[in-house]
């Protein structure tokens, strides 16, 4: 299965061109979605955008210049994959009425019952201003499609302009809204930051508990932060061989309700990020993936609470001890079941 290319072009035109027949014209992301056929993000972000897309795939023309194209370009990629609903609630209030304030972004989050703090409401209107994104991103999309002033939010001139001009960029846009806020009832839970059973990439996490993007560079293995009282923990369970002797951790899934971690070489209880963790004052959030075939992707397991920390070592790469610091993670609630014996097969013979 990790071989076949299911995502593959000429997969995706089979699919693009099935769905044409069905619904008897250019499908939209919303098509695939209620026949239930190709995930819609995985449509809306193989390119640019899913226009782009059926450009490639169905030689029709998506009508979009580039700067239009460069806005749905990151609306695609950040607001539709964004794994959550604050982006989509803060898109249609400002394509409704072009300037909010942040007391009715607030406001609009509590009505739709999602979480409503500061953390939220910055970390939304950071996606679609590209405030603490990463150069390469900045570089990507040049610029966001809204502005902050203060205590004030609204949309750019430019994207403004185009939006009431463009209707290619209005139907994608709509299209784009629709789709995603139904994927994102149908998949992720509203009052929680990460859905357990769900994958999330760094870039994902450190997003949504509210971190500038660019910090998604900076969570090796694991990045504990004071400020916002967040520990989020990246596990690969079965190490490459090419992985130094140093960073080549035994953490390890033991039952549904407990994970043996280590922290970073070099590490004693002493140590900020450790001691953190250990005294519970971050709330920890741990995520994990079985190996590096899986992509950057990790599964969310839940919130933990960490026991049993003692100091020991590890060798480097020539045997000589390196200090780390092993505890035992327990989770709020059991994984399920599933995903444990995904996790940790039962040995056969």
Same mark, same amino acid.
């Given at each position: 299965?990790?071989? /076949?290319?299911?995502?593959?072009?000429?997969?995706?035109?089979?699919?693009?061109?099935?769905?044409?027949?069905?619904?008897?014209? #250019?499908?939209?992301?919303?098509?695939?979605?209620?026949?239930?056929?190709?995930?819609?993000?995985?449509?809306?972000?193989?390119?640019?955008?899913?226009?782009?897309?059926?450009?490639?795939?169905?030689? #029709?023309?998506?009508?979009?210049?580039?700067? &239009?194209?460069?806005?749905?370009?990151?609306?695609?990629?950040?607001?539709?994959?964004?794994?959550?609903?604050?982006?989509?609630?803060?898109?249609?209030?400002?394509?409704?009425?072009?300037?909010?304030?942040?007391?009715?972004?607030? %406001?609009?989050?509590?009505?739709?019952? *999602?979480?409503?703090?500061?953390?939220? *409401? /910055?970390?939304?209107?950071?996606?679609?201003?590209?405030?603490?994104?990463?150069?390469?991103?900045?570089?990507?999309?040049?610029?966001?499609?809204? &502005?902050?002033? %203060?205590?004030?939010? !609204?949309?750019?001139?430019?994207?403004?302009?185009?939006?009431?001009?463009?209707?290619?960029?209005?139907?994608?846009?709509?299209?784009?809204?629709? /789709?995603?806020?139904?994927?994102?009832?149908?998949?992720? &839970?509203?009052?929680?930051?990460?859905?357990?059973?769900?994958?999330?990439?760094?870039?994902?996490?450190? !997003? *949504?508990?509210?971190?500038?993007?660019?910090?998604? $560079?900076?969570?090796?293995?694991?990045?504990?932060? =004071?400020?916002?009282?967040?520990?989020?923990?990246?596990? /690969?369970?079965?190490?490459? $061989?090419?992985?130094?002797? $140093?960073?080549?951790? =035994?953490?390890?899934?033991?039952?549904?309700?407990?994970? !043996?971690?280590?922290?970073?070489?070099?590490?004693?209880?002493?140590?900020?990020?450790?001691?953190?963790?250990? %005294?519970?004052?971050?709330?920890?959030? #741990?995520?994990?993936?079985?190996? %590096?075939?899986?992509?950057?992707?990790?599964?969310?397991?839940?919130?933990?609470?960490?026991?049993?920390?003692?100091?020991?070592?590890?060798?480097?790469?020539?045997?000589?001890?390196?200090?780390?610091?092993?505890?035992?993670?327990?989770?709020?609630?059991?994984?399920?079941?599933?995903?444990?014996?995904?996790?940790?097969?039962?040995?056969?013979?």
């Amino acid at each position: 299965i990790k071989q /076949t290319q299911l995502d593959s072009m000429a997969n995706l035109k089979n699919a693009l061109l099935a769905m044409r027949n069905r619904v008897g014209g #250019v499908p939209k992301l919303w098509d695939f979605y209620r026949f239930r056929s190709v995930d819609p993000v995985l449509l809306a972000t193989k390119k640019e955008h899913y226009p782009a897309l059926a450009q490639s795939l169905l030689r #029709v023309d998506s009508m979009l210049n580039s700067s &239009e194209s460069r806005a749905l370009d990151l609306l695609s990629h950040e607001v539709l994959a964004g794994k959550r609903m604050h982006e989509f609630v803060l898109l249609e209030l400002l394509l409704a009425t072009g300037t909010v304030t942040l007391s009715d972004i607030r %406001d609009a989050f509590a009505l739709a019952d *999602i979480p409503s703090d500061p953390s939220h *409401i /910055t970390s939304a209107v950071d996606t679609l201003t590209l405030t603490g994104y990463a150069q390469a991103d900045v570089t990507r999309y040049q610029t966001g499609i809204a &502005e902050r002033h %203060d205590e004030t939010v !609204r949309l750019t001139e430019e994207f403004r302009v185009a939006y009431a001009e463009s209707s290619a960029l209005r139907d994608a846009v709509a299209d784009l809204v629709k /789709t995603g806020k139904e994927l994102t009832r149908d998949r992720y &839970e509203a009052g929680l930051p990460f859905t357990p059973g769900m994958q999330y990439s760094r870039r994902d996490a450190a !997003r *949504i508990v509210g971190w500038p993007r660019a910090f998604a $560079s900076t969570i090796y293995g694991y990045k504990t932060d =004071e400020t916002t009282g967040v520990c989020a923990i990246f596990v /690969t369970l079965h190490k490459s $061989s090419e992985v130094d002797a $140093s960073t080549a951790y =035994e953490d390890q899934l033991l039952d549904p309700s407990t994970m !043996r971690w280590f922290s970073r070489s070099r590490r004693t209880l002493e140590s900020k990020e450790v001691s953190l963790v250990v %005294d519970g004052l971050v709330q920890v959030h #741990v995520f994990v993936k079985k190996d %590096d075939a899986e992509g950057s992707d990790h599964y969310y397991l839940g919130p933990a609470t960490a026991t049993e920390a003692e100091e020991t070592t590890m060798p480097d790469g020539d045997g000589r001890p390196l200090s780390v610091v092993t505890m035992l993670l327990k989770f709020d609630q059991p994984i399920k079941q599933g995903l444990f014996d995904y996790f940790h097969p039962l040995q056969v013979g």
